[in-house]
């Protein structure tokens, strides 16, 4: 939970808290193996994009001694662009998830949700990182005892380590630049 300062907190592992687009699937049992194996592909994928969109935004500082900096940086402004024109397109076709405030990390999350979600119950939890990214995590999951009052606590099962570390790291990522953001604000 969180604890008034920097640090959110979830199943005793840093997490990360954002409003994102997010559902939750209902299931009468969990995922079998076979399902578990797929969304994990998926779910590395669209975390493998995640993470390259984030990189990308990253390399504002320019390289002044290169003769091709600027072309590089127009080139680079202009691929994003694209990227953020494609997804919006394909978002549009797509249905919207509602967005919520989540916090999550590898082991779980506690989301707000319209619906009652029994303790005891299997589903999977639909969370889009980024909007040029439309393809939703599908994280299989348990909801779980713990939730405030209108919320839902669920853990994650059957992610699979790959997709358990890149997440970690994405929270890790945003954790890291909420305290850099912080930080800044505090000077200025």
Known sequence: MYDGKDTIV??????????LPVRWRPLAQPVDDVTA???????LRVLQACDALEEHGQLDK??????????????DFKLNLLLDICGQ??????????????RLNAMGAIF???????E??????????????????????LAVAGAPAGQVRVSFSALGDVVADHIEKLVFRRH???????RGTRRA
């Open 37 to 43: 194996a797929h969304f994990a592909d998926r779910n």
């Open 112 to 118: 707000s949700y319209g619906e009652s979600v029994p």
């Open 62 to 75: 320019a390289d002044d001694e290169s003769p091709h900096s600027a072309d590089l940086r127009r080139l």
């Open 120 to 141: 005891g119950s299997h589903g999977v939890l639909e969370v889009m990182l980024r909007n040029v990214v439309v393809q939703p995590l599908n994280l299989p999951a």
């Open 176 to 182: 890291r630049r909420k305290i850099a953001g912080a």
């Open 89 to 102: 397109l394909m978002a549009a076709s797509q249905p919207r998830l509602h967005p919520t405030t989540i």
């Open 10 to 19: 979830i199943f005793d592992k840093l997490a990360y808290e954002d409003l």
